[in-house]
């Protein structure tokens, strides 16, 4: 007997409201669709207003050289080859459109001196290309994109809503199912189309950056639904985390400090990144300066509490500095007592982003399963084996708008009527109300203390440095967990109760771990955010690999798909980059590129 | 500590504010609550937290919590989440300042519970309300909704159809934008204003945050809009009388009484009240000016 619940109807429906999802809702509703967008946080909370840095774009307004074919070359570079290499493509031409899109949409940046897009020095980037406005260019996009699709006709937003299942009829995805956050009411979505904008899982971590709201649920319900997830051994330790208080440890500390001018030090005073990447220093590719800073604390020359110490106040003016990273100036002063401009802060590495998620078609962010999409962090293949700097608030930009218009297209082929099945209806409600169903007094397990369990885990066995043996153990604990996860009880009503939440919220952080787990266990070689003690250099073969898990008879399995190599044409652009090198690229592309394209930088 | 008057329009409506016993939740984990955290202080913080709900029993629960250096009030409340009560609802994101979603009255003034540290407030038992100017959904979260709907009363940023990017703008008129797109839309504004507050007049008045809005709009060198009319008839403006509450409990800094709302009402001064204008309309017969495309 089926309980209760609301049912809403729409053409396109977008699960997730940050840049992503809020820039396929424009697509799907100017494209003439009915659109909801469900959110699980109130309207522009999400993810997108933690990013601070910038977006990439070869506009070249600061240094001349740069344009879209060398922003191609450093992506490519930066995700160690394995990215979809037509990703990056459509991304480094289009990315630029879209940072004019959204100044004409109202979006501000920070300007040059005749007037032009102000573009700041990021991590792997060849050129200064970050289009920026002081440190809170998330915050900007978010909120332009916002504006700009709440007075869209046709759009609907969901706010405080969470979605637990997709759900399927014989010809695809038909909607999606979950409750109201706020009143507990159960709510069916049928639907022509889905875009998963769910963004990344950083949760299932000690020490993230991630809100709550990275639990991986997207990529968890497109796994069951049958989709594809590729690359998911690869998550990114943004190396600049705050480690100091206790509670601010894991907030993130944008890396515009170091695009300003900032520079790592360590308990010797010793500018460690001048050893450890000679050329790019500071400013190398994050997986780099990461494993830096973890090595230098594993040698005894960590700061206090077990980082590095990030200076700008040697390097900057105290009135540059409160002007180009005021929110660092306040975050710090806030939180951990500590002025900027006069002291170094302390940092280590922090859970920061997802380059795995749901394995797309570059063109038109489909999936494997008709009528769904994804776009931006929940995505797979722009990254690679890491992503550089600036390259999410442009990726949710430029694949969130490809999404929202071949969601539409699709869910105008297809007509509007759907049907949805009343058994993967029952067989959702009897999951989310099961942690409800006790005596009241909520013995159980405790769902905080399951997910504490699970960050421990994950943190310890599955986190920058990975080996077969932790990598084993990390999937002993997820089994375990996942055991005791079915006797989750908790107290209260269905109103607004976040210990209910939870109980969901652990089911799709364990699946989305042991994803990870079972691809970095594959995975065995040490490559972009991929560190095996046990394989630590990079093996020739998996060059030309990407791997994907999927569920077949109820399990989940880890299977290989040939990477799509670039044409020799595509691959003399490599050579733009300032950071190439010829003697590093695998054997299938070696000797490819021609030393009429190398350019001297 | 007096409990929350029900002064404001719709808000959590306690006059007696009576202790409400907190069942034990979820059973704690095998080996009780979580584990010792580093940086233990081995002190204990007394939390005086509302909970309810409409129509239910509203009142403040207590709970000890164990201090952490650079502990701030929301992670006093996680630690209750976890350990003491799973029900207990708040609102988060970022915990990192940058988002605004965990704004509640701590000893009564409107703050982000993410950047209060709790070394920074009065000695003795802390007090953690939900924002009084907007109903009350559960404990600590209130509905903000109405909030959404003034947005949308706000026509969007208009550039002239033939006026096409790459733009040219100077750095001047950003910084001078920067100021009100910092907003993070935490609503402590919209709570404290005395206009929200003492009054009924939500229909009539958009409150600080969106005259923070139309200021960048009205301010934005690109766009051709013209709002005065708008902020000046449905969006109230004429009912803020400068009192400055809103720039006092601002997280972002922004001085949202003398940068956007006093310029606001320069610029409907100027449309409407211009001493010179207004004898020239006179003389002529005619009415204040259309508002412009």
New interface residues.
């Given amino acids: 007997m089926s309980e209760p619940h609301v049912t809403r109807d729409c053409d396109v429906l977008v699960v997730g409201a940050g840049g992503a999802g809020l820039r396929a809702a424009i697509s799907a509703a100017e494209a003439g669709c009915s659109t909801i967008v469900v959110s699980k946080?109130?309207?522009?909370?999400?993810?997108t207003?933690?990013a601070e840095g910038g977006i990439a774009a070869g506009l070249g307004n600061v240094d001349n050289p740069d344009g879209w074919e060398v922003h191609f070359a450093d992506t490519i570079l930066g995700g160690q080859l394995i990215n979809n290499w037509r990703m990056v493509d459509l991304y480094s031409r289009e990315v630029i459109d879209r940072v004019?899109?959204l100044?004409?949409?109202?979006g501000?940046?920070?300007?040059t001196?005749?007037?032009?897009?102000?573009q700041r020095a990021f991590g792997a980037h060849s050129f200064r290309r970050l289009c920026h406005?002081?440190d809170?260019t998330g915050?900007?996009l978010i909120?332009?994109c916002q504006?700009?699709m709440?007075?869209t006709a046709g759009t609907d937003?969901l706010?405080e809503c969470t979605l637990t299942r997709l759900l399927t009829d014989g010809d695809g995805v038909a909607g999606a199912f979950g409750y109201n956050r706020?009143s507990g009411e159960l709510i069916a979505i049928r639907a022509g189309a889905v875009v998963l904008a769910s963004g990344g899982w950083g949760r299932m971590y000690r020490y993230t950056s991630n809100?709550?709201?990275g639990t991986g649920d997207g990529a968890a319900m497109a796994c069951e639904a049958g989709a594809e997830l590729q690359d998911m051994e690869f998550v990114q330790f943004h190396p600049t985390g705050m480690i100091?208080?206790?509670?601010?440890r894991g907030?993130?500390v944008t890396e515009g400090v170091r695009g300003e001018g900032g520079i790592l030090r360590n308990s010797e005073g010793e500018r460690f990144m001048e050893r450890y990447d000679p050329v790019k220093k500071d400013l190398s590719s994050r997986d780099v300066v990461a494993r830096s800073i973890y090595k230098e604390v594993e040698a005894g020359r960590g700061s206090p509490h077990g980082g590095a110490f990030l200076d700008i106040a040697s390097q900057r003016s105290a009135a540059e500095i409160r002007k180009k990273l005021p929110?660092m100036y306040?975050?710090f002063e806030?939180?951990?007592?500590v002025d900027i401009t006069r002291e170094p802060m302390e940092v280590g590495p922090t859970i920061h982003y997802t380059m795995g998620g749901i394995r797309v078609d570059a063109e038109t962010a489909a999936s494997t399963v008709p009528g769904l999409y994804a776009a931006g962090e929940a995505a797979a293949g722009l990254h690679g084996a890491n992503r550089l700097g600036g390259n999410s608030l442009g990726d949710i930009l430029v694949f969130g708008r490809r999404a929202g218009e071949a969601a539409a297209e699709f869910a105008k082929a297809r007509g509007p009527h759907r049907t949805i099945s009343d058994k993967q209806v029952e067989d959702e409600e009897t999951l989310l109300l099961r942690p409800l169903s006790g005596d009241g007094?909520?013995?159980?397990?405790?769902?905080?203390?399951?997910h504490?369990?699970l960050q421990e885990a994950m943190q310890d066995d599955a986190g920058i440095g990975r080996s077969e043996a932790s990598l084993k153990r990390a999937l002993a604990a997820i089994g375990e967990l996942r055991e005791r996860g079915r006797r989750m009880?908790?107290?209260?009503g269905r109103?607004?109760?976040?210990?209910w939440h939870?109980c969901r919220d652990v089911e799709f952080m364990l699946t989305v771990s042991e994803a990870i787990v079972r691809s970095a266990l594959a995975r065995t070689e040490s490559r972009g955010s991929q560190w095996r003690f046990d394989f630590p250099e990079k093996d020739d073969r998996l060059s030309r690999i990407n791997l994907v898990v999927r569920r077949r008879d109820g399990a989940m399995v880890v299977e290989e798909r040939d990477l799509e190599l670039m044409p020799d044409a595509v691959l003399q652009r490599l050579a733009k980059s300032r950071f190439f090198d010829a003697a590093a690229l695998p054997s299938h592309y070696a000797g490819k590129v021609t030393s009429a394209s190398v350019v001297a930088h | 500590m007096a409990g929350p008057v029900g002064g404001g329009r719709g808000g959590p409506a306690v006059t007696g504010g009576g202790e409400i016993p907190v069942?034990p939740?979820?059973?704690?984990?095998a080996g009780g609550p979580?584990a010792p955290?580093?940086?233990m202080t081995g002190a204990t913080v007394t939390l005086r937290i509302f909970k309810g709900?409409p129509g239910g029993e509203l009142g403040y629960a207590t709970y000890e919590v164990p201090e952490?250096?650079?502990?701030?009030v929301l992670?006093a409340v996680h630690w209750v989440?976890?350990?003491l009560d799973?029900?207990?609802?708040?609102?988060?994101?970022?915990?990192?300042?940058?988002?605004?979603?965990c704004s509640a009255e701590v000893n009564g003034h409107p703050v982000l519970m993410c950047?209060t540290?709790i070394d920074t407030l009065r000695r003795g038992p802390i007090t953690v309300q939900p924002l009084r100017s907007f109903p009350l959904?559960?404990?600590l979260?209130t509905?903000?909704?109405r909030n959404?709907e003034i947005?949308?009363m706000i026509?969007?940023?208009t550039?002239a159809p033939d006026d096409g990017?790459?733009?040219?703008?100077?750095?001047m008129d950003?910084d001078r934008?920067?100021e009100h797109?910092?907003c993070?839309?935490c609503f402590l504004c919209q709570d404290v204003c005395h206009v929200n507050r003492g009054h009924d007049l939500s229909a009539r008045f958009f409150g600080p945050r969106f005259f923070v809005r139309v200021a960048s709009?009205e301010m934005?060198p690109k766009?051709v809009l013209d709002r005065r009319d708008l902020v000046r008839d449905l969006g109230g403006l004429g009912y803020c009388n400068i009192t400055k509450c809103c720039t006092d409990v601002c997280p972002e800094h922004i001085h949202i009484t003398d940068n956007s709302i006093i310029p606001l009402k320069e610029r409907v001064a100027d449309r409407h009240w211009d001493p010179v204008r207004w004898l020239g309309r006179k003389l002529r017969g005619t009415s204040p000016p259309p508002e412009a495309p």
Avoid at chain 1, 103 to 106: A, D, L, Q, S, V
Avoid at chain 1, 334 to 337: D, I, Q, R, S
Avoid at chain 1, 441 to 450: F, H, K, M, T, W
Avoid at chain 2, 86 to 101: I, V
């Fill in positions: 946080s109130l309207l522009g909370k999400a993810h207003v933690m004019y899109e100044e004409r949409w109202g501000i940046f920070d300007r001196d005749d007037g032009r897009i102000m406005v002081g809170r915050l900007e909120r332009t504006d700009r709440v007075h937003v706010a706020q809100s709550w709201e100091w208080p206790p509670g601010a907030i993130l929110s306040e975050q806030a939180l951990a007592g007094s909520g013995a159980g397990e405790n769902p905080y203390q399951l504490r369990s009880r908790v107290s209260g109103v607004l109760n976040p210990g939870t | 069942s939740t979820a059973s704690p984990a979580s955290e580093s940086g709900v952490v250096v650079g502990m701030v992670d989440q976890r350990n799973t029900e207990l609802a708040c609102r988060w994101n970022c915990k990192a300042a940058k988002c605004g979603s950047k540290r959904i559960k404990d979260v509905d903000v909704s959404y947005n949308k026509p969007p940023f550039a990017t790459p733009w040219r703008i100077a750095q950003v934008l920067y797109r910092r993070i839309e709009l934005h766009d």
